[in-house]
């Protein structure tokens, strides 16, 4: 029972994600296990700014994108290796992340929440606009080769794709919670919480805001590059409205300030969708809609809170 | 007794306001609550509103009404007006007093008593069409008795009606209550830091202090008690 | 020159629509503070009912006549089961619900009625354009619907007692309940009328883009941009933006950027209004003494 308390466990739960799977699961079980990284440094990366520092974003998708295709336009049109795309998708992404939340700044709640709303809505558009078609490829978007594993490693290109990406997600995760539980982290709790006190603090409220939106849009990037170089396929149609809806729904269900949530939530938006699709084309939908109803009234805190409560009970 | 307050005991989430307060307001004739900034004045008034959750039992003309929405208990006929008065900004004056008759169905009744604010009030007509939130202080305290006795209530609650405005305007204001009091056998309960004006119109004082009552009498009585006055009025 | 004028008059036809949506929304946000993100689903599951009716047989306007009630009680109930509780929850909360029943409606939409594009009859036939070919049948009908739809809310909120409560009510809801207005029974209403006014809009839209339960999404994209452009505490000026936004709109996708980046002008227009002038063109700021 102390497992999970004690400080080794993140450790020891790495190790045994990281080997697990390579000894049992299936390939197409090891894509799923790799989607499931990506999608956890996505919503991690709303966590951020939504969950931690308050900024309400549906848009999240847009920086996906932007990470996606910076990741297969320099594969496919200049030949850059798939691990040297990332730090350029990151760089870009955090970018357009700081100028997108330059203009956010001077939007309370409700409207960052609209006008992210529009980014995501005008995202498959803007992809598809026939200016950038000799990079983009247009509606038909670009295909990208799977990488093997390097150094003749025996594994095979799911299996070392999986280490690959969870290597980058145990990166950013350790990343984010040094940042979290240190002042940045304080700072950012507090601007949500407390404006006016924050202000008075002295803490620079435009200053954190912009960069938090800065380092949600890298975060959120880098998971598109690994998720394009992990379908090996990008097209617009893939990056709207409903990708980003996603994230948030993996953020919600996962509990918005929480870095260990981020997990639960990608958990839930690989696994449970695949589920439901059985029943119907529209039930991942129903699905999530009810579900983002039901944990706003009964668990807000999502399922971190509830794994915090339990804990909280003597067993 | 139109209204019979027992034991009420109030609180804003942890915080309580109000220990045990027992008190009346008789048919006809203002009472007054007297006390400093803090004493539980502006909470009694919401209690009887039910505008905040209370213990204790508060009768109406003989009926309990703890627990009914406010709505509810502005329907009975216990208007109203809130510390800082309530104006709906927004709208206009006319607007504003239209929206005092909403629970009134007689056209006629209430076509005679806007006439009567309007005497009573001659500013308000002259401003029908502004905008509520433009007019001056004093002029939205007049629209917001205006707006209460247009509900023709049986009782009156009013919030500091002095509160932020020029002596010569609360002189004007408090003038005209005391011929609405005298005209229509209406019950006022007025809640005031300014002791001696409220006492002035007043038939009967209740003074609170952090939310209990340390004296009660007929507001002449205390009047005229200079040591009363001195040690807990501070005039 | 023809082309223009054409451009124009279908800007004003679909200016209407997001009149109509622009003017849902704000009810709803001077009562609440919130952006109801579902407007637009909620109108295109009342076109899929009105549908429904046409197909089992219903003449048009009868369908149009149930729709419009049907709407009505879905969005007083929704207020008053999901919303109401809600009233004090932060940003996130709100949002988070909205985006529920968004996706909630879509999901439902296309269960029962599938994703495929269905046409949706026009009540003012094919026929030939009219005045020189510059307005079709169902641009002209539509049009005044649309008119007579918003002329006969803003009599509403002027000129009756429920409408002046329900304004008093999303203004200064404790002075309200003060005077005896049941403010919340005022909300329900507020998103049923909400609710309505986005049904007839998701019906004089439909037989142009085709009904699937993805109709709406663009319709509330330029809602966004014409509420905010006009001012978001402004009915009149919302209902103005989304006229402009319309004629933005059909101009800029027919001269400047091409009809591919649409929706895109209406994202620039949030954009712009929000850091150059949040309050919109016509929204008030109040001069207050007190």
Request: charged share 15%.
């Amino acid at each position: 029972m102390n497992l999970i308390t004690s400080r080794y466990f993140p450790w020891v739960f790495l190790v045994a994600v990281a080997v697990l799977p390579l000894m049992f699961a299936s390939d197409y079980k090891l894509f799923q296990f790799t989607m499931v990284v990506v999608y956890a440094i996505a919503v991690l990366g709303l966590n951020l700014l939504t969950g931690y520092n308050g900024q309400v974003s549906l848009g999240n998708g847009a920086f996906y994108a932007i990470g996606a295709y910076v990741t297969a336009i320099m594969m496919d049109k200049w030949d850059i290796p798939y691990w040297a795309t990332i730090p350029f998708s990151a760089v870009i992404c955090a970018g357009v992340g700081f100028l997108i939340g330059l203009p956010a700044l001077r939007l309370g709640g409700m409207y960052l929440a609209l006008t992210t709303f529009a980014l995501a809505v005008a995202t498959p558009q803007l992809l598809k606009y026939k200016l950038f078609d000799d990079y983009t490829g247009g509606v038909q978007g670009i295909v990208i080769n799977k990488p093997d594993a390097p150094f003749g490693l025996p594994l095979n290109p799911d299996q070392w794709l999986y280490l690959f990406a969870l290597t980058v997600g145990a990166i950013l995760f350790i990343l984010a919670t040094n940042l979290v539980r240190g002042r940045i982290g304080r700072a950012m709790r507090a601007i949500r919480d407390q404006p006016l006190a924050a202000e008075a603090m002295g803490i620079d409220i435009a200053m954190f805001k912009t960069r938090t939106f800065a380092l949600s849009a890298m975060f959120t990037g880098i998971a598109g590059s690994l998720g394009a170089i992990t379908i090996q396929f990008v097209a617009p149609d893939a990056f709207g409205v409903p990708l980003s809806l996603t994230f948030f729904v993996g953020m919600v269900v996962g509990g918005g300030a929480s870095i260990g949530g981020a997990i639960m939530g990608a958990l839930f938006i690989q696994f449970i969708p695949n589920i439901a699709d059985e029943i119907s084309k529209a039930a991942p939908g129903a699905v999530y809609g009810l579900i983002l109803i039901a944990f706003m009234f009964l668990l807000p805190g999502g399922l971190a809170s509830l794994i915090r409560i339990l804990k909280r009970k003597p067993a | 007794m139109l209204l019979e307050v027992k034991s009420l005991h109030g609180a804003y989430g942890e915080s309580k306001v109000l220990h045990g307060l027992d008190f009346v307001v008789e048919e006809g004739g203002v009472t007054t609550l007297l006390g400093a900034n803090g004493a539980g004045k502006t909470t009694t008034l919401r209690a009887i509103s039910g505008m905040i959750r209370t213990q204790g039992e508060i009768l109406f003309a003989g009926r309990p009404i703890q627990g009914m929405a406010t709505e509810a208990i502005a329907a009975l006929g216990i208007a109203h007006v809130p510390d800082g008065r309530g104006t709906f900004m927004e709208l206009t004056v006319e607007e504003n007093l239209r929206l005092g008759s909403y629970t009134r169905n007689d056209k006629a009744g209430v076509a005679t008593d806007l006439a009567r604010m309007f005497d009573l009030f001659p500013r308000l007509n002259e401003r029908l069409h502004q905008q509520a939130g433009t007019l001056s202080g004093g002029e939205q305290q007049m629209l917001a008795i205006a707006r209460a006795m247009l509900l023709r209530p049986k009782l009156l609650l009013l919030d500091e009606p002095s509160f932020g405005l020029a002596p010569l305007i609360v002189r004007e204001i408090f003038e005209i209550l005391g011929r609405i009091v005298k005209e229509s056998g209406l019950s006022i309960l007025v809640v005031e830091q300014n002791a001696s004006l409220a006492l002035a119109i007043a038939d009967r004082a209740y003074l609170l202090e952090t939310g209990r009552f340390v004296m009660s009498g007929a507001a002449e009585d205390i009047r005229k008690d200079e040591t009363l006055r001195r040690s807990y009025l501070g005039y | 020159m023809d082309g223009f004028i054409h451009q124009i008059v279908s800007g004003i036809a679909s200016g209407g629509i997001y009149a109509s949506v622009a003017l849902a929304l704000v009810m709803i946000y001077q009562a609440t503070h919130h952006v109801n993100f579902a407007q637009g689903e909620m109108a295109m599951f009342s076109t899929y009912i009105a549908l429904t009716l046409i197909q089992a047989g219903v003449p048009y306007w009868a369908a149009f006549c149930i729709t419009v009630p049907v709407s009505f009680v879905i969005g007083a109930l929704i207020q008053r089961v999901v919303m109401e509780p809600l009233a004090k929850a932060p940003v996130l909360a709100s949002v988070g619900v909205f985006i529920g029943l968004l996706l909630t409606f879509n999901s439902v939409a296309g269960w029962i009625f599938t994703y495929t594009l269905k046409p949706f009859p026009s009540p003012f036939g094919e026929g030939k354009p009219l005045f020189g070919g510059f307005v079709s049948r169902h641009e002209l009908g539509s049009t005044a619907v649309t008119l007579v739809v918003l002329l006969s809310i803003w009599a509403f909120f002027r000129f009756t007692k429920l409408g002046l409560a329900m304004r008093a009510a999303a203004y200064n809801p404790v002075s309200s309940r003060l005077v005896g207005v049941p403010v919340n029974k005022m909300l329900a209403l507020g998103w049923g009328l909400a609710a309505s006014i986005g049904a007839i809009a998701g019906m004089m839209v439909a037989p142009v883009i085709f009904l699937d339960p993805n109709m709406m999404a663009g319709v509330l994209l330029y809602a966004f941009a014409g509420a905010l452009l006009g001012g978001i505490t402004n009915p009149l000026g919302a209902v103005v933006g989304g006229f402009i936004v319309g004629i933005i709109e059909n101009l800029g996708g027919a001269y400047v950027v091409g009809t591919e980046l649409k929706l895109t002008t209406a994202l620039f227009i949030i954009v712009v209004v929000l850091t150059v002038k949040p309050a919109g063109l016509f929204g008030k700021t109040l001069v207050s003494r007190v």
